[in-house]
């Protein structure tokens, strides 16, 4: 069975940190890609950030710059860290794995940023 945990969301303080972690297991074959995408109300979902199993990193441009993806050494969790959030990064922020035939997302977990 294929699980996504998400956790670290919750009520951040503006200019303060935010840490995500998904912890991933069940998936059977190669994850190529590991990231994170979010949605705020009425808008669409966005990339956030997205590593490959190659070490390519890409940032969504409304955090970049303050905003580091990270995986563990097996692959098994994909981390965000955002430094200095702001208001607008309020959103339900998913987990999201790429393999080489299927894409899978997790729960969502809210992140509400104070200002």
């Known amino acids: 069975q294929v699980q996504l945990v998400e956790s670290g969301g919750g009520l951040v303080q503006f200019g303060g940190s935010l840490r995500l972690s998904c912890a991933v297991s069940g998936i059977i074959g190669s994850m190529n890609i590991m990231g994170w995408y979010r949605q705020a109300p009425g808008k669409e979902r966005e990339l956030v950030a997205a590593i490959s199993s190659t070490g390519y990193i890409k940032y969504g441009d409304s955090v970049k710059g303050r905003s580091t993806i990270s995986t563990d050494n097996a692959l098994n969790t994909v981390y965000l860290q955002m430094d200095s959030p702001k208001p607008e990064d309020t959103a339900v922020y998913y987990c999201?794995?790429?393999?080489?035939?299927?894409?899978?997302w997790g729960q969502g977990t809210q992140v509400t940023v104070s200002s």
């Open positions: 999201n794995i790429k393999t080489r035939t299927w894409e899978y």
